[in-house]
């Protein structure tokens, strides 16, 4: 069956700090992989999402970045945190065209 | 400018009754639908969807009804358990181009079920 993991679960960073979440899936080959956020109050917003290695497109103009480095992994990074970038941030992934299914999540608050 | 709306936030429903929770969406590009639920602190989970050439579909308590004219979908969940609190959130999906295709989510209801 497939998983997906996200580290770490919480993180406090302080503004100015850098960023470097990262997203794993099991079980699966070639998937589709999405990072989310949700802000407070808020829905569920795409940040990036990636078709294959190498391969991000990037929804939403921000100071995050994201890499696909290997086929299964996912990581979503800054240079700089600012205090906007506090939410919970969420990895996903589907093979099919439709579904996609939802990592635990990472709560990051920036100070 | 928001493509798929839940215009209640919250819902408060009596354990064994019936909750309705309900979604707007104005991309007409929209072909499928899919509804999650999600717990605090927890990533949302999968619980149904529908393609936009059908009208219902059913999943034991869960039933999702597509109202393609309107652009309204609704989930029906019938009964109400207490273990259904969270909060569930309405998702379209159009193709993107690249073989991707994106959801889009509304902003959540929140559910009560009261014992």
């Known amino acids: 069956s497939q998983t997906i993991h996200q580290w770490p679960a919480t993180l406090v960073q302080p503004v100015g700090s850098p960023l470097s979440l990262e997203c794993t899936v099991e079980g699966t080959s070639n998937p589709n992989l999405y990072w989310y956020r949700q802000a407070a109050g808020r829905g569920l917003q795409l940040l990036f999402y990636s078709v294959g290695i190498g391969q991000i497109s990037s929804e939403v103009p921000q100071n995050l970045s994201a890499s696909r480095p290997q086929d299964r992994q996912f990581i979503l990074s800054s240079k700089k945190l600012l205090l906007s970038d506090s939410g919970f941030y969420l990895c996903?992934?589907?093979?099919?065209?439709?579904?996609?299914?939802f990592g635990p999540g990472t709560r990051l608050t920036v100070t | 400018d928001q493509q798929v709306k839940q215009n209640s936030p919250s819902l408060s429903v009596q354990e064994g009754r019936i909750s309705i929770l309900n979604c707007d969406y104005t991309n007409s590009m929209f072909d499928y639908f899919l509804w999650y639920k999600k717990y605090p602190a927890e990533g949302p989970t999968f619980l149904i969807s529908i393609s936009s050439i059908k009208d219902k579909n059913e999943d034991g308590r869960f039933t999702v009804f597509l109202n393609k004219s309107a652009k309204h979908l609704s989930l029906h969940i019938v009964p109400s358990q207490p273990g259904d609190s969270a909060v569930y959130f309405c998702?379209?999906?159009?193709?993107?181009?690249?073989?991707?295709?994106?959801?889009?989510f509304g902003k959540g209801t929140k559910l009560s079920v009261i014992p």
């Open positions: 998702a379209a999906s159009a193709y993107s181009g690249a073989g991707s295709y994106q959801l889009t």
């Open positions: 996903a992934w589907g093979t099919g065209p439709y579904e996609q299914y």
